[in-house]
T-cell receptor, first 111, second 113 residues
């Protein structure tokens, strides 16, 4: 069945550092891939998505590329800010089916 | 658009009490979901619905019930509250055929004492 594996946290970085949160997946067919972000005390928000191989999703300085050959969708940001502190969830979904979420990675950014 | 609206935001229940968590969406999404999120943990699917009149169990349905009489509303019922149901509950909705992912509500924080 479909599954998502993402790196365990917490991840602690200093402001302006480079961020990578790894995500790999197992899936049948050609799913869409997503990154969601959850700020403290809030619900999950869609951060970015990619719907087919080699697509790059981007938003708020974050990027992730749909790599079918390595079954990966790693989240990157060149220079993180304190306001990026949150929990990040990798997810995949086929059309007409439920989305499968990873377990989440907590990110702490130190000023 | 209001998106997905959940009420109440906070609630404290005594063991054995019952309550209904309300969820409504105004985006004409056919799919709706209920998740729980325990402290420091990921999401666990409780129930979901692919359209009005249709509901199905997720991975942790015990102790909960749902109904979907309209496209907009998807209430979650706790009949006999237990401390193990202390959690944050999130409702979400989607149109899978559009491939846009889920829209989440802001959550209901429930404590059972």
């Amino acid at each position: 069945g479909n599954s998502v594996t993402q790196m365990e946290g917490p991840v602690t970085l200093s402001e302006e550092a480079f961020l990578t949160i790894n995500c790999t997946y197992t899936a049948t067919g050609y799913p869409s891939l997503f990154w969601y972000v959850q700020y403290p005390g809030e619900g999950l928000q869609l951060l970015l998505k990619a719907t087919k191989a080699d697509d790059k999703g981007s938003n708020k300085g974050f990027e992730a590329t749909y790599r079918k050959e390595t079954t990966s969708f790693h989240l990157e940001k060149g220079s993180v800010q304190v306001s990026d502190s949150a929990v990040y969830f990798c997810a995949l979904g086929n059309r007409d089916d439920k989305i499968i979420f990873g377990k989440g990675t907590r990110l702490h950014i130190l000023p | 658009n209001a998106g997905v609206t959940q009420t109440p935001k906070f609630r404290i229940l005594k063991i054995g009490q019952s309550m209904t968590l309300q969820c409504t969406q105004d985006m004409n999404h056919n799919y709706m979901y209920w998740y729980r999120q325990d402290p420091g943990m990921g999401l666990k699917l409780i129930y979901y619905s692919v359209g009005a009149g249709i509901t199905d169990k997720g991975e942790v349905p015990n102790g909960y019930n749902v109904s979907r009489s309209t496209t907009e509303d998807f209430p979650l019922r706790l009949e006999l509250a237990a401390p193990s149901q202390t959690s944050v509950y999130f409702c979400a909705s989607s149109r899978p055929d559009q491939g846009h992912g889920y829209t989440f509500g802001s959550g209901t924080r429930l404590t059972v004492v």
